[in-house]
């Protein structure tokens, strides 16, 4: 495995989604950076403007990312965020709001 790489939890999987292709994986991992380096600060505005359902999409867009490129642990605490999104259960989808943000702004911060 590429040590660029270590924190992927399922290299091989992706790696076998990309077709072996490193660049590319090295590619997507800077969009996702690109494209999701401002979240703490929009996902907490949409929560607090009650707009539940762009935070519940923006949400589940970066489930989905981070599932694909391996980025677990993003991928696990947007699993719990997601799920008190889509259920309306606000409150709860609050306290799961920060473990999201951290493990996010953890992954980030790898990828500078």
């Known amino acids: 495995m590429d040590d660029l790489f270590g924190f992927i939890e ?3 999987g992706v790696m076998e989604r990309l077709g072996g292709n490193s660049s590319l994986l090295r590619k997507l991992l800077m969009k996702f950076r690109a494209s999701y380096g401002g979240t703490r600060s929009e996902l907490q505005a949409l929560m607090d403007g009650s707009r ?4 519940h ?16 642990e993003v991928y696990r ?3 719990v965020l997601d799920g008190y999104l889509k259920a309306g259960d606000y409150e ?4 799961s709001l920060e473990p999201f943000l951290i493990n996010l702004e953890d992954i980030l911060s790898r990828l500078e």
């Open 10 to 12: 399922d290299y091989a």
């Open 52 to 55: 539940y359902e762009e935070a």
């Open 92 to 95: 709860a989808a609050g306290g």
């Open 77 to 79: 605490s947007a699993v």
């Open 57 to 72: 999409h923006l949400v589940h867009t970066i489930k989905g990312v981070s599932g694909n490129l391996g980025l677990l």
